[in-house]
């Protein structure tokens, strides 16, 4: 047997006969909870029929001024419904029930025409809010990332540390909205850290607009004070600005001072680079000067200005971020003195590199 919460809904009605008919049968159909739109948990139902709505036959005799029906009505467990502070609409409609006129009746009865035939009333589930019924939270929020700038071309694992209390009343239906900026991506709260609560949290995308969903509680209790760790990973970096923006904010459905502080903060961003350059000299060295060879006034060949050397320079960025642009200045002796010493005849590149030289190549259109 499990134990509920009840509560009796009276119907009553009566009516008067100028001596035309001693009865009338009205056709009525209760509805509990009506305000629930179509597909909503529906709080209450009748506990003899386990629904939330009861049509019925309400036979009224004028022996007796005013008839009455009890229907005794449960509320569902709690954690079939979240919605605990708007009111349980009733209604009732009803209807004469023309079937049961007589037909010897010179005039057939009629409903009141200034009173409407429906009829509303409300009940509200008792929350612990004093004695006006009427919770007004003070919710507080704080955020504390585990890092405090985000690195281009690392996987950067980021963790927020969120600290949410409640310094007032009861919030009903707490929650915690993170609005995520683009480059960042939800992976999870954290559950290794005994000091931080496990959150029930849901990722949702709504009008374009990327939401991390954490339940806080219903309600999230008076003097509730609390950490979460929730994880991300940013790594949508192709076109970054200096930093990105989260958006957190505590929310409930309470009437009255519903949410909290609205936090906003940036992480910047950042570009590290390690660049490396080596180099390698074919041959790696020259004796001079060079048995039985003289260089040429004029010379037009390669062979007639002196033997060949090779200069190749690589450049590697080792990361982890990407560079734009990058400029390395090579210098070598062209003259040693009035004589030439390392006269270029090309430069030759692979990648996606540009040259400039100070003086021209091959001025002397050596072939």
Known sequence: MTLVACFTVTVCAGFQSPGFSDKIVLKAELQLDSLKTKGAVKRTLFLDYHQSQHVFSFTLSTQNWLTCRNFVVYLRDETEFRDKLSPINISLNYRLDESTFSDGLLVNPVLNYYQENRLEEQAYILVDCGEDNVCIPDLRLS???DRDQIVIGEENYLMLTVNSRNEGEGAYEAELHIKIPPEADYTGVERNNKALRVLSCDYKMENETRTVICD?????????????GIRFTVQHLENPELSIQFQLQVRSSN??????????????????AQVQIRGVSHPPQ?????????PKDEPTKEDEIGPLVEHIYELHNIGPSAINDTVLYVEWPVLSKTELLLYILHIQTHGPLQCQTSSAINSL???
């Open 143 to 145: 955020v504390m990332p």
């Open 216 to 228: 806080l509680g219903n309600p999230m209790a008076a003097g509730t004070n609390f950490s979460a």
């Open 255 to 272: 009437k009255i001072n519903p949410n909290s502080n609205l936090v906003e903060f940036k992480i910047d961003i950042s570009a590290i």
């Open 286 to 294: 020259i004796v001079l000067p060079i048995h039985n060879w003289k």
């Open 365 to 367: 259109e050596v072939k």
